[in-house]
């Protein structure tokens, strides 16, 4: 009965935030929930699913360079310039902080709810996009080793 309050208070917060994407998974999670064969479905989703979201935003990634809208001429136009190399810089720092906040769920994931929590506050708030949680796992877990170090 609480999981169902809970996500009611999502689906509240996510409709008063007019966030479409966080109102489409709240429903589908709670329409999983009713099924009585859903529980294995579900468990396989919060195993896989994020692998699941990387493969699709790769692809939605590629899909510029397939369709030639992107060419090696542009990346190396960009590598010429500074935006270019911060871009690089930054794509390396997410690849190694999802690293560490997939290492981090593992090792502690009651910080899960919290990340969810941050993540909802941030798409609702501050009209962000739910792509973050593994990166914000990573930067939690490069903040308490750094405040772990320091005390």
């Known amino acids: ?6 996500l009611f208070l999502i689906l509240a917060v996510a409709m008063f935030g007019k ?8 429903v589908v999670v709670m329409l999983l929930k009713l099924l009585p064969f859903a529980s294995k479905f579900m468990e396989t989703v919060h195993d896989k699913g994020i692998n699941w979201g990387v493969t699709i935003i790769s ?4 899909i510029p360079i397939a ?9 190396v136009n960009i590598v010429k310039s500074p935006a270019g190399w911060i871009a690089i810089g930054c794509g390396i720092l997410v690849a190694i902080l999802s690293k560490w906040g997939v290492d981090q769920l593992s090792i502690s994931p009651q910080v899960t709810v919290a ?13 962000g996009i739910a ?12 903040i308490v080793t750094l405040l772990h170090l320091s005390f």
């Not at 009965?1 to 809970?6: C, H, P």
């Not at 966030?19 to 709240?26: C, F, P």
């Not at 369709?67 to 990346?75: F, M, N």
């Not at 792509?131 to 490069?142: E, K």
């Open 131 to 142: 792509a973050g949680p593994v990166i914000a796992s990573g930067i939690t877990y490069v």
């Open 67 to 75: 369709t030639g809208e992107i060419s090696i001429h542009d990346l």
């Open 1 to 6: 009965m609480e999981s169902w309050l809970f």
């Open 59 to 62: 692809i939605s990634i590629l």
């Open 115 to 127: 990340l969810v929590f941050g993540t909802i506050l941030g798409v609702v708030l501050f009209k």
């Open 19 to 26: 966030n479409t994407s966080l109102i489409v998974a709240t």
